[in-house]
């Protein structure tokens, strides 16, 4: 079943409180298709989120993919594309320039590393081998662009190179200046890349990467934590950083957001799906994506993120008229003689009931979305309930206590 889940966490800036003030939302979407897995790979063309590669190594079989697969946000649905060209794969890094999607570094199911880089038309389906990264083969890398350039290093080195896809050629950078992070978070803000986690043993601090004066920047640590196999993305113009696990892989579900305009970081309720680390993070648009990686069980699970600013947007209207051509709310037994369950496919919700005179007899905020419903002293009769999200009616009906 699909969750919505609405945090009424308060999200504010420099600008005035009434144009700023938003509510995060996390939106369950269709899984991943094929087997479950992490160390995956994952980013975006335009308004399509791509995912693949990585692998198993359950009961000591290590098992590598190159299954490519397309996110239709506007259907939401999957659909399989050509295998990576590289081979099977786990540990690499993708990031996309334009209408062009990129992949390389990694390692495969035997352990051999790689510095090639592909490049992936989806207007054709095709994979070409564009010119390796002059560095040393590894996987725990990081990567993203920034003004039609591509960026990549890291993964326990601290070189730095930049990728031309219109001269197919590498540029070395200034080497990054900090404890040399791997399988870091990483998100892009305007024309600054940031990195961050990526270490065993100390907490974090967040390292600008400014492309124009190739400089790295100290900023504020991380507040999370030492960590490494966590995920990152950008939402208007916010950072946005959580889960992963520590060296003796406890796993975290915490998140948390960056304001690269005061340089601080707020603590942000923890994301609604299971604890894990080798996760996906991307951006598609204004909205943020994850899914995939393990905490010991592999997963599939795939997330969109998203501020609702009610001043400027109507992403909860829209979500509200999704649901409300839809069952909602399932509540069985019905009719009821002790109890019954209340299960919501949006949550948290606030659920009330109603005699047949249209008095509220029963109302219970923030219910879960399986809700145990006790009648206690509730005459029996016929009763009218109604599941309201942020002020929002999303269903109606009637039940009866026998």
């Not at 063309?45 to 995912?51: A, L, P, S, T, V």
Request: charged residues 15%; neutral net charge.
């Amino acid at each position: 079943m699909k969750k919505i889940l609405l945090f009424l966490f308060i999200a504010t800036s420099l600008q005035t409180f009434a144009d700023t003030t938003g509510y995060y939302l996390w939106v369950q979407k269709a899984e991943f298709p094929p087997i479950a897995r992490h160390r995956a790979i994952g980013f975006s063309i335009g308004d399509k989120g791509y995912m693949g590669l990585g692998h198993v190594n359950a009961g000591g079989v290590n098992i590598a993919y190159p299954d490519f697969w397309e996110y239709d946000k506007s259907t939401n649905s999957w659909s399989q594309k050509a295998d990576f060209g590289g081979g099977t794969r786990f540990g690499a890094v993708g990031f996309s320039i334009g209408t062009k999607g990129y992949a390389g570094t990694g390692t495969s199911a035997s352990y051999v590393d790689f510095n090639d880089l592909w490049e992936y038309n989806p207007a054709s389906n095709t994979w070409i081998q564009k010119s390796p990264m002059p560095g040393v083969a590894r996987d725990g890398a990081t990567g993203f662009s920034i003004n039609g350039k591509g960026y990549l290093g890291l993964g326990y080195y601290n070189d730095w190179y930049e990728f031309d896809p219109q001269t197919n050629s590498w540029l070395v950078k200034a080497p990054y200046p900090a404890a040399v992070p791997f399988y870091s978070a990483s998100f892009v803000i305007d024309t600054v890349g940031y990195v961050c986690t990526g270490e065993y043993t100390f907490p974090s601090q967040l390292m600008a990467y400014h492309p124009s004066t190739d400089s790295w920047l100290p900023r504020a640590f991380f507040p999370g934590g030492a960590r490494f196999g966590a995920m990152g993305f950008s939402v208007n113009r916010k950072g946005f950083v959580g889960l992963g696990c520590t060296y003796g892989y406890a796993d975290f579900k915490d998140f948390y957001e960056y304001d690269p305009v005061t340089n601080s970081w707020d603590s942000l309720p923890d994301f609604p799906g299971s604890r894990r680390h080798y996760v996906i993070g991307f951006n598609m648009g204004n909205k943020g994506y994850c899914g995939t990686g393990t905490n010991g069980t592999n997963l599939k699970d795939f997330w969109e993120f998203y501020c609702y600013i009610p001043t400027i947007d109507t992403t909860v209207i829209d979500f509200i008229g999704e649901f409300n051509s839809k069952n909602a709310v399932k509540i069985f037994p019905n009719p009821i003689l002790n109890d019954a369950t209340i299960q919501v496919s949006i949550s948290p919700a606030d659920f009330s009931l109603f005699d047949i005179s249209g008095k509220k007899v029963f109302e219970k905020k923030n219910i879960p979305d399986n809700y145990l419903f006790e009648r206690k002293n509730l005459l029996s009769g016929v009763y009218m309930f109604s599941v309201s999200v942020h002020g929002n009616k999303i269903q109606t009906g009637k039940i009866i206590l026998l």
